[in-house]
């Protein structure tokens, strides 16, 4: 089960954030991880956070209920990103523990022999 939510902005747009499969680990070798990723999604509505990343590629992604809600430092993140779609590993076991810094979503994404 995918955990996720979002958060609505004061201008109207929303920040969704979904912790993920990481849709590189069934891939050879390269430096994408292996376990879960959190993806970070800014848009006008969670409509359109959503397709923006079925158009990458995540077909399976829907987001049901508000269970992981971006954290303040998360939407900070995002709103800072040019893309506004940003990743990193996902913590386990819930607790913000990871010290990594949020990659552009074209790193997830990228075939092993461009990332090299």
């Known amino acids: 089960?995918?955990?996720?939510?979002?958060?609505?902005?004061?201008?109207?747009?929303?920040?969704?954030?979904?912790?993920?499969?990481?849709?590189a680990a069934d891939g050879p070798g390269g430096?994408?991880?292996?376990?879960?990723?959190?993806?970070?999604?800014?848009?006008?509505?969670?409509?359109?956070?959503?397709?923006?990343?079925?158009?990458?590629?995540m077909r399976a992604v829907y987001l049901r209920g508000n269970t992981a809600p971006p954290t303040p430092d998360e939407i900070t993140a995002v709103l800072h990103h040019p893309d506004g779609l940003i990743w990193r590993t996902a913590p386990d076991g819930g607790a913000d523990l990871v010290q990594e810094l949020w990659r552009p979503i074209r790193a997830l994404l990228s075939p092993p022999a461009a990332r090299a």
């Open 1 to 23: 089960m995918t955990a996720g939510g979002f958060c609505k902005l004061p201008s109207g747009s929303v920040v969704v954030a979904l912790n993920l499969p990481s849709p």
């Open 31 to 57: 430096s994408a991880p292996a376990g879960r990723v959190r993806v970070l999604v800014h848009a006008r509505n969670r409509a359109r956070a959503l397709t923006r990343l079925r158009n990458l590629g």
